[in-house]
C-alpha cells in the first residue's frame, strides 16, 4: 500500500458481542500487487478505491496502529518536512533498541564497542546494532527479514579491513573474513567518520586480529612483473578504489578490450582486434566527441563533457538482468525496461557504446569470469516482446563465440594477451590515476559530470533534508567515479616479450573467491575472482645456483651504496651516491 494513496488507517471494531478483534482496516486508492504465486515479474498497479482488513495473530493493535498512523501522516507532509520526520521516526525508534547481551559467544567475552551501523548490500540498506568483543563482532539488525537475528563473526577470521567511502563521504568499512566464517565479507557504513574511525581503530587493537600483508608498491611491481594477471589486478585495484561487489554505485569496473563482434574467428594478434585503451569510451569516436565538445563553451561551472557515467546502478543490473531481475524491478519501481533497451545483441550493445549520445559505459568483472551465466535466459521470467515479435532470451553473441562459455574465455584471453597489456596502464590512468579528474581529464577528453568526483559537495554541511536526500540520491544512481590512486602516470607491464616467468612449476598464484554460494543478498550476482587489497600470495620457490639475469630495471641513476631488509623482511631498500632511496 503506497502511503501517499492511503485515504484511512484504523482498528475495526464490532458490537459489544462481537467475536472481532485485533483487527485493522486500511482504505486506499491504490495497491501494488507482486510475485503472485511467487513468480518474478512486473508489479501490478492497481487503481482503484478498495478497503482491506487484517486480523494481528501476534501483536495488539495498540502495538502497530500508532506508527502506521504516524507514518501515514509523515506521507502527507512536503518533501523536505516528509523526510525530518522520517528521519525523527527512525532514530527514535532505533535509539531504543539496545544489542541484545544473551546473544554472546562466551560469557568471558569483554565488550569493547557498541554503536548503530548500517549494512549495505545491493540496492539494500539494512540498519541494526553493531557490537565489538575482544574476541567477535556482532552484528544485530533493527528488522527480522535476515535468515539469522544476529550475525556472529570471529576476530581471528578476519582478514582485511578497508575504510571505504559510501555515497562520495568516508563512511564505509568493508570487512573480508576467511573460509571459516559464515560470509566472505561485511560492508558497513556508518552515521559518521568518527564513528566508522572508532570501530576501525579498536578492531586494530584486538590482539586476536590476523591481518593478510600487502602494499600497494608491491602488487604493482608483481602486476609489471607478470606474477599477477591483468584481471586480478584490475580487481585489487578496484579494490583500492573504494570499489565493492556489495555497492552497485561503486561496483568494480573492467574495461572494453575487444572491438571486432562481426568476424566469424577473432584472431587475438592482430592489434584491429581491440579498442584503443588510452581513450575514453566517449572519445572512441571522434564525430560523437566533437558534437560533445561544442556545447562545452555554453556550460556552467564546472563544466564537464558527459553527461552520464561509465558505471552505475542501472548499467550493472542492464548486464545482469537476467539472473538479478528482482533488483532491477527494484531499481526501476517494479518494471523492466523496454525489451529492445534491454542487453539483447552484444554487437549492438558495442555499437551504441560508440555512437549513443549518453552511453560510455564500460563493462563489469562478469564479461571476464564465471561461466557466462549472465548472457542466458532460463525462460522462467517474462521481459516482454522486441519490436520484432521476438522475446526476450539469450544475448546474441558475436560469430566467434558459439556459447557464453566460449565467450567469456575469449575476453579473458584478450584482456591478458600481450596487446591489452601494452596499453592497459593509458587505461588505468583514466579510470584511476592522473587523467581521471581536473586540467589533465579535460586534455584526455575523460571530464564527467562534478557531482561523480569524491569531494565535489560537502554532504555534511547541508542542512536541509531534503536536499541533502536529492544530492545522495543523484549520487547513488548517475554513478561515482573511483578515488583517485595515482597522480603521475602509471607504469607499463613487462609482457612476456620481454620477461619471462618467473615462478616455478611448483608455485602457486592463490586468490580469494566470491561465489555464488555467499548469499545472493550480499550482491553475488556470479561466480568471479574478487582480489581485494591485500588478498594475493605468491609461493616464489627459486633455485639460487640457476637464477640468470633476465632483466635490469635502473631504480637508480648512480652507484647503489647500500641495501638493507626490513625487519620484516617484506622490503628492501637501497639508497645511491645521488642518495635517492
Known amino acids: 500500500f503506497p502511503l501517499k494513496f492511503v485515504q484511512d488507517i484504523e482498528e475495526l471494531t464490532g458490537g459489544l ?37 487484517f486480523s494481528l495473530i501476534y501483536a495488539a493493535v495498540d502495538d502497530c496502529l500508532p506508527q502506521m498512523c ?17 528521519n525523527a521516526i527512525m532514530l527514535s525508534r532505533q535509539s531504543r533498541v539496545k544489542f541484545n547481551t544473551s546473544w554472546l559467544e562466551d560469557i568471558y567475552e569483554k565488550i569493547v564497542l557498541e554503536t548503530r551501523a548500517d549494512r549495505i ?17 556482532y552484528f544485530q539488525p533493527f528488522s527480522n527479514i535476515d535468515k539469522l537475528p544476529v550475525l556472529k563473526l570471529r576476530v581471528k577470521d578476519i582478514k582485511q579491513l578497508i575504510c571505504r567511502r559510501f555515497l562520495l ?7 573480508f573474513f576467511r573460509d571459516t566464517a559464515p560470509v566472505s565479507h561485511l560492508y558497513l557504513s556508518f552515521r559518521t567518520e568518527e564513528d566508522r574511525n572508532l570501530l576501525y581503530g579498536e578492531i586494530m587493537g584486538l590482539p586476536d586480529l590476523n591481518l593478510e600483508n600487502t602494499k600497494q608498491e608491491d602488487m604493482v611491481l608483481k602486476w ?12 585489487y585495484l578496484n579494490s583500492l578504489a573504494d570499489r565493492s561487489f556489495s555497492d552497485l554505485s561503486q561496483y568494480p569496473v573492467m574495461p572494453w578490450v575487444i572491438q571486432d563482434y562481426t568476424s566469424p574467428v577473432l584472431d587475438l594478434d592482430e592489434e584491429a582486434s581491440y579498442r584503443d585503451l588510452s581513450k575514453p569510451i566517449g572519445a572512441l569516436n571522434t564525430e560523437r566527441l566533437d558534437r560533445i565538445k561544442e556545447r562545452l563553451p555554453d556550460l556552467p561551472e564546472p563544466k564537464f563533457l558527459y553527461g552520464s557515467h561509465y558505471s552505475s546502478p542501472g548499467y550493472v543490473l542492464f548486464f545482469l538482468a537476467r539472473i538479478a531481475p528482482e533488483y ?28 549513443g549520445a549518453a552511453d560510455f559505459k564500460e563493462l563489469i568483472p562478469e564479461f571476464y569470469s564465471g561461466n557466462g551465466n549472465f548472457l542466458t535466459h532460463r525462460g522462467i521470467i517474462n521481459f516482454g516482446f522486441r519490436t520484432d515479435g521476438k522475446p526476450v532470451g539469450d544475448v546474441e553473441l558475436p560469430p566467434w563465440a558459439q556459447n557464453p562459455s566460449e565467450f567469456i574465455r575469449i575476453l579473458r584471453d584478450a584482456l591478458e594477451s600481450d596487446i591489452v597489456s601494452r596499453q592497459l596502464h593509458r587505461w588505468i590512468d583514466l579510470i584511476f590515476g592522473y587523467q581521471q ?7 584526455a577528453d575523460n571530464l564527467f559530470y562534478y557531482l561523480t568526483y569524491e569531494g565535489a559537495v560537502d554532504l555534511d554541511s547541508i542542512e536541509s533534508d531534503a536536499e541533502r536526500r536529492s544530492l545522495e540520491t543523484q549520487i547513488m544512481e ?12 602509471h607504469p607499463q607491464r613487462f609482457t612476456s616479450q620481454h620477461i619471462p616467468s618467473i615462478i616455478s612449476p611448483a608455485s602457486t598464484l592463490q586468490l580469494s573467491e566470491v561465489t555464488n554460494s555467499e548469499h545472493r543478498e550480499e550482491g553475488a550476482f556470479g561466480t568471479v575472482n574478487n582480489v581485494s587489497a591485500g588478498s594475493v600470495e605468491v609461493d616464489r620457490k627459486l633455485a639460487l645456483t640457476n637464477m640468470s639475469c633476465h632483466l635490469q630495471y635502473a631504480l637508480h641513476k648512480d652507484t647503489v651504496t647500500a641495501v638493507r631488509m626490513s625487519p620484516d623482511g617484506l622490503s628492501t631498500f637501497s639508497v645511491s651516491k645521488g642518495l635517492l632511496v
Open 437 to 443: 579528474r581536473g586540467e589533465e581529464a579535460l586534455k
Open 169 to 175: 563521504r568516508q563512511l564505509g568499512l568493508e570487512i
Open 121 to 137: 548490500t545491493p540496492l539494500v540498506t539494512n540498519p541494526g546494532r553493531l557490537m565489538l568483543t575482544s574476541s567477535r563482532l
Open 478 to 489: 548517475f554513478g561515482q567515479t573511483p578515488k583517485q590512486l595515482f597522480t603521475s602516470p
Open 17 to 53: 458481542f462481537s467475536k472481532v478483534e485485533r483487527v485493522v482496516k486500511i482504505a486506499t486508492k491504490q495497491t501494488v500487487e507482486m510475485k503472485e504465486k511467487n513468480i518474478i515479474a512486473p508489479f501490478i498497479f492497481k487503481k482503484e478505491e478498495t478497503q482491506h482488513v
Open 70 to 86: 504516524q507514518l501515514h501522516r509523515a506521507s502527507t507532509l512536503p518533501p523536505g518536512d516528509q523526510q525530518a520526520m522520517l
Open 328 to 355: 532491477v524491478l527494484c531499481l526501476q519501481n517494479g518494471k523492466f525496461d523496454h525489451a529492445d533497451r534491454m542487453f539483447n545483441n552484444v554487437l549492438d550493445m558495442w555499437k551504441n557504446v560508440l555512437t
Open 224 to 235: 609489471q612483473s607478470g606474477l599477477i594477471s591483468n584481471y586480478d589486478y584490475l580487481l
